[in-house]
T-cell receptor, first 110, second 113 residues
Framework: EDKVVQSPLSLVVHEGDTVTLNCSYE??????LLWYKQEKKAPTFLFML????IEKKSGRLSSILDKKELFSILNITATQTGDSAVYLC??????????FGTGTRLKVLA | NAGVTQTPKFRVLKTGQSMTLLCAQD?????MYWYRQDPGMGLRLIHY???????AKGEVPDGYNVSRLKKQNFLLGLESAAPSQTSVYFC????????????FGQGTRLTVV
């Protein structure tokens, strides 16, 4: 059975801290790993990773995929209160389905 | 730029009532999905569609039916609502083919009493 596991489940940090969110996966016919940020409503897309070892960056956020060890990490540097959200990762199974983890709830304190 | 639009945004149903949630996308996406999100459970796939006229079951399909009569619309039906179906429902769509991201609607908060 396909599954995606995220850790930690929740995290509280202070502004300026750096955080690392983890995502491990077991997904049949794996094609890509996606990261989303969910604030109050719809998840919004952050990154899609298809190749191992290649870092994707967007501002203070970066992510990398290890296809041998079946995991990905999402790093956020110099955190801000606006980074407070639930971060979701999902495996694209190649059978048109995205398998989501339960998410990591990040709270950044001022 | 509407993207993915869900209606309604909120609904309260009595046990046993039926309702239909509508999802519309204007991005000409082939694939569409219905997820439910419950506390501590993440997003779980209910049903999905890989094209007009096709549907398939996801992880948690029981108690739901879907239809994709037009490419841009994906309907989720509850024939006889149960309190266990209280949840937030998200529709999503994606281009498909090569790996592409899914775009989500704003969600429908459904309460069954």
């Amino acid at each position: 059975e396909d599954k995606v596991v995220q850790s930690p489940l929740s995290l509280v940090v202070h502004e300026g801290d750096t955080v690392t969110l983890n995502c491990s996966y077991e997904v049949t016919n794996f094609r890509s790993l996606l990261w989303y940020k969910q604030e109050k409503k719809a998840p919004t897309f952050l990154f899609m990773l298809t190749s191992s070892g290649i870092e994707k960056k967007s501002g203070r956020l970066s992510s990398i995929l290890d296809k041998k060890e079946l995991f990905s990490i999402l790093n956020i540097t110099a955190t801000q209160t606006g980074d407070s959200a639930v971060y979701l990762c999902a495996g694209d199974s190649g059978t048109y389905k995205y398998i989501f983890g339960t998410g990591t709830r990040l709270k950044v304190l001022a | 730029n509407a993207g993915v639009t869900q209606t309604p945004k909120f609904r309260v149903l009595k046990t046993g009532q039926s309702m239909t949630l509508l999802c519309a996308q204007d991005m000409n996406h082939e694939y569409m999905y219905w997820y439910r999100q419950d506390p501590g459970m993440g997003l779980r796939l209910i049903h999905y569609s890989v094209g007009e006229g096709t549907t398939a079951k996801g992880e948690v399909p029981d108690g739901y039916n879907v239809s994709r009569l037009k490419k841009q619309n994906f309907l989720l039906g509850l024939e006889s609502a149960a309190p266990s179906q209280t949840s937030v429902y998200f529709c999503a769509s994606s281009y498909g083919g090569r790996s592409t991201e899914a775009f989500f609607g704003q969600g429908t908060r459904l309460t069954v009493v």
